[in-house]
């Protein structure tokens, strides 16, 4: 079976591995799609929290189910995925109904091999229904249920103005979800193409460039002086979080789904005057998952927006460094295993 393993920062290679053997509360999957996501650029990099190498990267994962065990309802040769947040199941945070931050987790593709492979193995009580979907739809699914967790987890109130800061993959479902919530998005990014793919492909309403002198100004124009009652970092860069505090209305939700390294630095005095919330968003629920799926069969959110990249599994190594560079416009890589 041929896998591709990050063996150290900025290093791929090819190597050889075992085919998966079934066992018990299993599930073995023939790997079909891999979309690549930031956590997988990052790693490559060396800027991934909670990592260690050698690693198989890949979490955003479509195939045919080939074989399992206690997976009632699931079919031989049925295309499905999976939710790569593998839980105990016991701890306090599952115990709570919150297994996506759960204390002992292991996420395919960061704490455990992922799914840069031909066949993967895992727990049959991941396994998603493919729903008549794509493949290509399928392994969008898991990278959209980060951004409709992250939506539900700031409570997002029709007609709300809500920033997301970060127009990548992940900031992109964001505005998705929270469009479909009944929020007016502003999208902010240091990236003008990508602000241009918030107008074009998503309708958003407001874009600002974070570059911009002015973008408090700008912001009281669009909300009447009020500023945004949520604010969602989706770029996990610390400068970008830190700036972020002073553009929160009073009363505002600040949520992070991008993860960095360093320290949150921000104001006592301003955030406390505001009554202000923050919070993180990890991973994401059965629920999101679903949510996803059903919003994807009634035509909320257009797949194809996303994918601007294609290659083979044979060609990923070639390619893959090149998608750190913003000039290459990539939104979504796809791999394909055939």
């Known amino acids: 079976m041929k896998t591709l393993i990050c063996t150290t920062p900025g290093l791929l ?32 990099e060396g800027t991934q929290p909670y990592f260690e190498y050698p690693r198989i990267l890949g979490h955003e994962l479509a195939g045919e189910l080939i074989e399992f065990d206690d997976a009632p309802g699931f079919a031989q040769g049925e295309p499905i995925t999976f939710m790569p947040y593998f839980n ?20 395919c593709g960061v704490h455990i091999d992922g799914g840069m492979v031909e066949y993967i193995s895992v727990p049959s009580s991941s396994l998603v229904h493919g729903e008549g979907l794509s493949y290509d739809e399928l392994a969008l699914v898991e990278p959209l249920a980060i951004g409709a967790h992250g939506v539900g987890r700031a409570g997002i109130k029709n007609g709300e103005f809500v920033l997301v800061i970060g127009a990548g993959p992940i900031g992109l479902g964001v505005m998705e ?43 009281k124009t669009i909300t009447a002086g009020n500023m945004p009652t ?53 991973n994401a ?22 994918i601007t990249h294609r290659v083979g599994f044979d060609e990923l190594k070639r390619d893959f460094e090149s998608w750190l560079k913003p000039e290459t416009g990539v939104i979504k890589a796809m791999v394909s295993i055939e």
């Open 177 to 219: 979800f929270a469009r479909i919530a009944g929020a007016q998005v502003i999208a902010m990014d240091v990236n003008e193409g990508r602000l241009d793919f918030c107008r074009q492909h998503l309708k958003v309403n407001y874009t600002i460039n974070a570059k911009d002198s002015d973008v408090s100004n700008q912001l």
């Open 285 to 306: 629920t059965r629920h999101d998952f679903e949510h996803v799926i059903a919003c994807m069969k009634n035509g909320l959110i257009d797949p194809k927006n996303y």
């Open 230 to 282: 949520v604010v969602i970092d989706a770029t996990g860069n610390q400068k970008a979080i830190n700036n972020a505090f002073q553009y929160m209305a009073h009363g505002a939700r600040f949520a992070l789904i991008g993860l960095q390294k360093g320290e949150i630095s921000f104001s006592h005095p301003e955030f406390h005057k505001r009554e202000a919330t923050l919070m993180s968003s990890r």
């Open 88 to 107: 105990c199941g016991t701890c306090i945070a599952c115990r709570s109904g919150k297994p996506n931050c759960c204390v002992n987790i292991k996420v």
């Open 13 to 44: 290679e090819y190597k050889t591995g075992e085919k998966p053997v079934l066992q018990k509360g299993h599930a073995i999957i023939k790997v079909k799609r891999i979309g690549i996501c930031g956590t997988d650029l990052h790693a490559f």
